[in-house]
């Protein structure tokens, strides 16, 4: 036998989802590609920094390599489980056209799922959701505004 886990096992994960898991590997992946800077403020990171669920876990509770992002503790707590304002979205969805790949490609080993088309299409539901009901999306510290159709066209709905 090898310790090679099974589609099946994939399967399950990527229907029911997981507990959440040490992030370190993805840490560690994305400190290696992204410098260290927070990807919402766009400040150095002086500390650890903590692995971030681009789409909140809430939402969608798996560990998808792309939609892991880096952030500041104290912007990442305020973000919480909120969506991100247009100009986040642009910006997750540069990164992993360019960088997507690379990030999965580092993270499999470590177990995590790389699918960059269900991060696309989580993201297009959720987003949908958001606008449908004008809820808030997150900008920065304190500062969140109304979701409306750009982060639907953002995503090429
Ligand atoms: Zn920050």
Not at 8 to 25: C, K, P, Q, T
Not at 40 to 51: E, L, N
């Amino acid at each position: 036998m090898t310790a090679r886990r099974s589609g099946a096992a994939d399967l399950a994960l990527f229907l029911f989802g997981g507990a959440r898991v040490d992030l370190s590997a993805a840490r560690a992946a994305l400190q290696e590609m992204r410098e260290n800077r927070c990807f919402y403020c766009g400040s150095a990171m002086k500390q650890d920094p903590h692995v971030d669920h681009f789409i909140p876990w809430s939402r969608y509770p798996r560990d998808l390599a792309q939609n892991f992002v880096l952030a500041h503790n104290a912007c990442n707590l305020d973000k919480g489980d909120m969506l991100t304002a247009p100009a986040h979205l642009a910006h997750w969805v540069k990164r992993n056209r360019e960088l997507g790949d690379d990030l999965a490609a580092r993270l499999s080993p470590a177990g995590f799922l790389d699918d960059q088309p269900a991060a696309l299409q989580v993201a297009r539901w959720a987003y949908g959701q958001a606008e449908a009901t004008s809820a808030q999306l997150w900008v920065s510290l304190k500062y969140s505004v109304n979701a409306d159709r750009r982060c639907v066209e953002i995503l090429g709905g």
